[in-house]
Nanobody, 124 residues
Framework: EVQLVESGGGLVQAGGSLRLSCAAS????????IGWFRQAPGKEREAVSC????????LYTNSVKGRFSISSDNAKNTVYLQMNSLKPEDTAVYFC?????????????????WGPGIQVTVSA
């Protein structure tokens, strides 16, 4: 059974940091890209970042470049999203998702597997 479980969310003041974790199981982690997405109330889901466990390639949406950093620990089947200099507009439910190809993130098409999501709230 495929499982993706996010952790590390919570409430933080603007300018602060959080590190999200995505623990994966049930599929060959090394052969997948893991993406982070977020959805704020009343808004469409937004792709935030992605990492390919095949070649290590990383991608970021423009609004988080220079503030967020994605990394992968293949020994632990876990992907991390380090979020620094957080802003109130980063407030959202954050989801991690898995897909065999990082191109799926670029094309904006649907990832194969999804976690339940975790709340991140940044206060002003």
């Amino acid at each position: 059974e495929v499982q993706l479980v996010e952790s590390g969310g919570g409430l933080v003041q603007a300018g602060g940091s959080l590190r999200l974790s995505c623990a994966a199981s049930g599929f060959t982690f090394d052969n997948y890209a893991i993406g982070w997405f977020r959805q704020a109330p009343g808004k469409e889901r937004e792709a935030v970042s992605c990492i390919s466990n095949i070649d290590g390639r990383t991608l970021y949406t423009n609004s988080v470049k220079g503030r967020f950093s994605i990394s992968s620990d293949n020994a632990k089947n876990t992907v991390y999203l380090q979020m620094n200099s957080l802003k109130p507009e980063d407030t959202a439910v954050y989801f991690c998702a898995a897909d065999p190809s990082i191109s799926t993130w670029l094309l904006g098409t649907e990832f194969d597997y999804w976690g339940p999501g975790i709340q991140v709230t940044v206060s002003a």
